[in-house]
């Protein structure tokens, strides 16, 4: 028997409110491999032949997005890890993004798995992630809860790197919008030189630009939560039909991401992520927006997708 290079596929399936919710959750990373709700695309997918194009789908930790040089400081300490994006220099996407994480719970509708980081190059720290994805009326909630299990004080960030979909319709075509004001410029690396205004940018995603004009792999701030204090970004097709990213108050920042180079039916093409993070890119070395547990201390937060109709 042939094992997937994302490790067991975690099928899950929910019919209510007259919705048939259907999802693909693997193992490895505790990635999305698919979400549909009626039949309809929520996420971009893939074969589960392949490892995930783009980090699609997967779960990001301890750190979102990339460290500068895999150099950051742990209380006066130089810390030096290791290089996962050689290109550009970087350590990326943290450190279980190749890891099979462990089946906690599961039933026809949700699963929870859980992980171990524990201390090696450049990561002096011990920390338990549990991830649990959960098919809701439309759509999916995925939650997380992190435990510091070693002995000293740990900084940690969370984030995931979904790409969305509206059904089968052309992603060029699709609006995105995202209620921010600010957002990081990045050298060639991708990593932050500072923040800047969005107002009159071809960065502001407010008025709900068309995907197709845009080129992007900009993280952003100032998110402006909604009067529930949850943060949205929204494709929209033109017939009024949406998929929507949501995040709780924890998670103050969305990386969106539009290459053109993603694989679909052995074509290439655009394709637009919104990633949900506790932190923006290179957040080790600067503090910025990290958590930070005492020994024994737990965390959790969550994010989700939602189908709206038009």
Excluded: K
Excluded at 94 to 120: F, I, K
Excluded at 237 to 246: F, I, Q, Y
Excluded at 283 to 295: I, K, N, V, Y
């Amino acid at each position: 028997m042939t094992s997937s290079p994302t490790g067991d596929q975690l099928h899950l399936r929910r019919e209510v409110d007259g919705r048939v919710v259907e999802a693909v959750v693997t193992s490895v990373a505790a990635g999305l491999r698919s979400l549909t709700v009626d039949g309809r695309a929520l996420t971009e997918t893939f074969p589960d032949t392949v490892v995930p194009p783009s980090a699609c789908g997967i779960t990001l930790f301890p750190w979102p997005n990339r460290v500068d040089g895999g150099r950051w400081s742990l209380d006066g300490e130089a810390q030096q890890l290791d290089i996962t994006e050689p290109s550009r220099g970087n350590a990326s996407h943290g450190l279980l993004r190749y890891t099979s994480y462990r089946l906690v719970e599961r039933d026809e509708h949700a699963v929870t798995q859980a992980a171990t980081v524990y201390p090696q190059h450049g990561w002096p720290l011990q920390l338990d992630l549990t991830v649990r994805h959960e098919l809701v009326a439309d759509g999916l909630r995925v939650s997380y809860e992190v435990e510091n299990v070693g002995a000293r004080p740990a900084p940690f960030a969370v984030g995931a790197h979904p790409f969305l979909r509206v059904g089968d319709v052309d992603v060029a075509d699709l609006t995105v919008s995202l209620d921010a004001a600010t957002r990081f410029a990045v050298d060639e690396r991708g990593v932050p030189t500072g923040t800047e205004p969005v107002e009159g940018t071809a960065y502001d995603l407010r008025g709900a630009p068309v995907v197709g004009d845009l080129d992007l792999d900009t993280p952003y701030r100032d998110v402006a939560p909604g009067d529930d204090g949850v943060r949205r970004t929204r494709l929209t097709a033109p017939d009024g039909t949406a998929t929507e990213l949501w995040q709780d108050a924890s998670f103050g920042y969305v990386q969106v991401f539009t290459p053109r180079n993603f694989p679909r039916d052995g074509v290439l093409g655009l394709a637009v992520a919104a990633e949900p993070m506790t932190a923006p890119p290179n957040a080790l070395a600067t503090g910025e927006g990290l958590l930070r547990l005492e020994p024994g201390e737990r965390w959790s937060g969550s994010w989700g997708m939602r189908h709206v109709a038009g």
